[in-house]
């Protein structure tokens, strides 16, 4: 059993593209959830989905940012037209539907130029 | 608001020494507790965790951590580091029943051989 899979490990991006980070949980696992990595910081929760929905997105900045869990096919969380500010470390985490263990992936170190 | 305040952000211990790193958080309910553990190169994984029963809980390499509940506390402890303990150590909160991870800031530990 793989277990939570980022990719791509690294992005750089310049001011103003787009990012798209993927993660795909562990088999068996219909919940998924994001964090953000600043330097010198603990990770700081993000979102909250299951499948096709979003459940909790109050951690995640009101413009720019948005997530989502299709049916088939991995977790996306996409940021448009980054800023500096975005360089982070973000990580993707999965649990499944009768347990809240999060299982953690490898994370995407994000640079924006 | 939920918080978690790990008092050290970086330690250096020789070999065989004797860790305890600090933590202490802040909710007023019932709550779950996590110490997670990222090495070198790797995604966080998890050490131990504490959901009820025993204050005292083991976990994986030898780590334990107490939970004190009239100081807020769940501090980690190993009684003999190795050169392998070097990592980044993760304190964690959650709500119980919910889902929201609340991470301290880490604590980076150094073991020379």
């Known amino acids: 059993n793989a277990g939570v899979m980022q990719n791509p490990r690294h992005l750089v991006r310049r001011r103003g593209q787009e990012a798209r980070l993927r993660c795909s949980p562990m088999?068996?696992?219909?919940?998924v959830y994001w964090y953000r990595q600043l330097p010198e910081e603990g990770l700081k929760f993000m979102v909250y989905?299951?499948?096709?929905?979003?459940?909790?997105e109050s951690g995640m900045p009101k413009e720019r940012f948005s997530a989502e869990f299709p049916k088939e096919g991995p977790s996306i969380l996409r940021i448009q037209q980054v800023v500096r500010g975005d360089s982070a470390a973000y990580f993707c985490?999965?649990?499944?539907?009768?347990?809240?263990?999060?299982?953690f992936g490898p994370g995407t170190r994000l640079t924006v130029l | 608001a939920q918080s978690v305040s790990q008092h050290n952000h970086h330690v250096i211990l020789s070999e065989a020494a004797s860790l305890e790193l600090g933590c202490n958080y802040s909710?007023?309910?019932?709550?779950?507790l996590f110490w997670y553990v990222q090495y070198p190169g790797q995604h966080l994984q998890l050490l131990l965790k504490?959901?009820?029963?025993?204050?005292l809980v083991k976990g994986i390499k030898g780590f334990e951590a107490e939970f004190i509940k009239s100081k807020f506390s769940f501090n980690l402890r190993k009684p003999s580091v190795q050169w392998s303990d070097t990592a980044e150590y993760f304190c964690?909160?959650?709500?119980?029943?919910?889902?929201?991870?609340?991470f301290g800031a880490g604590t980076r530990l150094f073991v020379k051989a």
């Open positions: 964690a909160v959650r709500d119980t029943g919910g889902f929201k991870t609340i």
């Open positions: 989905l299951q499948k096709e929905n979003i459940i909790d």
């Open positions: 088999k068996g696992h219909s919940h």
């Open positions: 985490a999965s649990s499944p539907p009768d347990s809240d263990e999060q299982f």
């Open positions: 504490y959901f009820s029963g025993d204050p």
């Open positions: 909710y007023g309910g019932t709550v779950n």
